[in-house]
């Protein structure tokens, strides 16, 4: 059917609704997402028509779409960081990320790799000292396994440079950080943006330095951070692929020579301390954009890294999300699987073509380094983290279990370790502190306050707004009870510390003085909420109304308030 039958056939269905407002998604990228694409919409696509002789440097550096899991180890002691790594090895791991492991010399080098020569291996915390230890450990060797470290070789460009110099085969020295601006609020445009552009800043830096900018393009890793938008995360791995292509032969690179090599790592920001089993699913959408987005490696976090030191257990769900999407889903077996997806190449194109224009603007400021180093990346980050915080506190962005179909009965306090969330900065924290915070209340005193959801009247309109109440009371942990009731009598004799009425518009005002009338005769000064936004709302607060919550309400202010009201402090 040609795209004007489809269009026709929606609008009929659609019998006279806003076409915009029920169909099309606005993406914080910018992007208006129609609801079909067709074959049509990639004619005009800027980084579509990929040469023939590019395509597996630029879709897909592997044939087939195999990737590395890599496990991440926390140890610091070199033997202990062994022992853990050969056993994450023989479970199913492939490759091994050293976060935090303590190499001071050559032999405690030779004490964390034993055993490991045919490992690919990954020095997160590496500096100059170790990257010279590796550089001496390996450079007399034709064939070993892929080493690589986290440094970032703009911290001094001149060292980088040297050491270029000296790289042995399969040493991977420098790694380009792009998972920090995921987790600054960055959107997948300017994640691609400015990470293209440090990339960029450091091939001038090695050529300014007479650098062999082929050794140069094959000594650096990427890293990004993936999130929960499923198909912007895989579209983002397939535009900075394509961008970096380009970027690396303006620069008289050759990209079959030094292909983009990119690591993933499921993203810190959206996990929670509460419902915290929903981070494996979470985990798990994440990892397949990685792997369809086309990662060289991928590490899945632990579901409960956020809260507490990771064990066993937990370390064990991570490392077998990736083997089930290997080993049973296949995923393995397709290299660029996107590839011809009408909506994906388009938000592939969309996002390179986006990306490519916020790496020019940092370039017409002066540079990647010149750009951080006055700040005008932080403030574009942190613009952008306060609107994405913005729609998690209006629950307009989702965390089921905790903004979203929270269980105000789970408990959270007893599992947390401390230090664990000391700095950190994830999307669910304003929650989990309402939450945190009635629960110290509830240890300390035995008891919480209680909610009493009242349901009147109108079936739709209670149980709807019922239903509303319950999921926003319940994202600060209130103890909280439904009831349907006949009459306010009922209500006005009820033992708790909060009213919600729940009912329809037209019945708010009767209700709302009925049940004043009865308060005062039984002496009873409990506080009522209308559960709605009514247009009689200064009627209402005249007959005694406390309070309105809505969708229009910020929870955060509204439920901060009122566990004020009722004796809960931080």
Request: charged share 25%; glycine share 6%.
């Amino acid at each position: 059917m040609s795209t004007q039958t489809w269009e026709e056939a929606i609008a009929r269905d659609l019998k006279g609704a806003d076409y915009g407002r029920k169909l099309i998604w606005q993406t914080p990228e910018g992007l208006s997402v129609r609801p079909y694409y067709r074959a049509e919409d990639l004619a005009k696509l800027e980084f579509f028509d990929v040469p023939a002789r590019s395509l597996t440097h630029i879709r897909n550096a592997r044939l087939p779409g195999d990737w590395r899991i890599r496990e991440e180890i926390d140890a610091t002691d070199p033997e202990q960081a062994n022992r853990v790594a050969l056993h994450a090895i023989a479970a199913g791991a492939e490759e091994i990320a050293f976060l935090n492991v303590v190499v001071k010399n050559a032999s405690d080098l030779g004490l964390v790799l034993a055993n490991l020569q045919e490992i690919p291996t990954h020095f997160q915390n590496a500096g100059e000292p170790l990257i010279r230890l590796l550089i001496s450990r390996f450079e007399n060797r034709k064939d070993s396994a892929l080493v690589s470290t986290g440094w970032d070789p703009l911290t001094n460009p001149e060292f980088a440079a040297q050491a270029i110099q000296r790289i042995p085969p399969g040493f991977v020295p420098f790694t380009i950080v792009g998972s920090q601006f995921e987790e600054s609020g960055a959107t997948a445009v300017e994640e691609v943006g400015f990470t293209l552009a440090a990339g960029i800043d450091f091939l001038a830096e090695m050529q300014s330095r007479d650098g062999d900018v082929d050794r140069a393009a094959a000594s650096i890793e990427f890293s990004f951070a993936i999130g929960a938008s499923y198909l912007f995360q895989i579209a983002k791995l397939r535009a900075f692929r394509i961008l970096w292509a380009s970027a690396v032969e303006s620069f008289g690179c050759r990209a079959q020579i030094a292909p983009v090599r990119i690591h993933a790592r499921t993203s810190r920001w959206n996990k929670t301390i509460y419902d915290p089993h929903v981070n494996i699913l979470r985990g798990t959408t994440e990892a397949m954009s990685a792997v369809l987005g086309g990662a060289d490696s991928i590490s899945v976090a632990a579901f409960d890294e956020c809260y507490k030191t990771p064990d066993e257990a937990s370390r064990r769900l991570a490392r077998n999300t990736q083997i089930i999407l290997k080993r049973e889903a296949l995923l393995s077996h397709v290299a660029d699987p996107a590839a011809g997806s009408y909506c994906l190449e388009f938000f592939t194109d969309f996002i390179a073509r986006e990306g490519w224009r916020a790496m020019q603007r940092i370039e017409s400021q002066g540079g990647y380094r010149k750009a951080e180093a006055e700040g005008k990346l932080a403030i574009t980050l942190q613009r952008l983290l306060v609107k994405r915080e913005e729609a998690v506190a209006s629950r307009r962005r989702v965390f089921t279990g905790t903004n979203q179909y929270a269980d105000p009965s789970e408990n959270a306090l007893h599992r947390i370790e401390p230090i664990r969330l000391a700095g950190e900065r994830r999307g669910a924290c304003s929650y989990e502190s309402l939450r945190l915070r009635s629960e110290r209340y509830a240890a300390n005193t035995g008891m919480l306050p209680r909610v009493l959801l009242a349901e009147f009247g109108d079936v739709k309109m209670r149980s709807a707004r019922s239903a509303f109440a319950f999921s926003f009371f319940a994202c600060a942990g209130f103890s909280i009870v439904t009831r349907l009731f006949s009459n306010t009598d009922e209500v006005a004799a009820t033992d708790t510390d909060l009213i919600v009425l729940c009912s329809s518009d037209p019945e708010y005002l009767a209700l709302a003085k009925e049940l004043a009338l009865k308060q005062k005769s039984l002496g009873r000064t409990t506080p009522v909420i209308v559960a709605g936004n009514p247009e009689c709302t200064e009627q209402l607060r005249a007959a005694g109304i406390a309070d309105f919550i809505h969708i229009k309400s910020n929870p955060i202010e509204v439920l901060a308030t009122w566990q004020h009201k009722l004796g809960i402090e931080a």
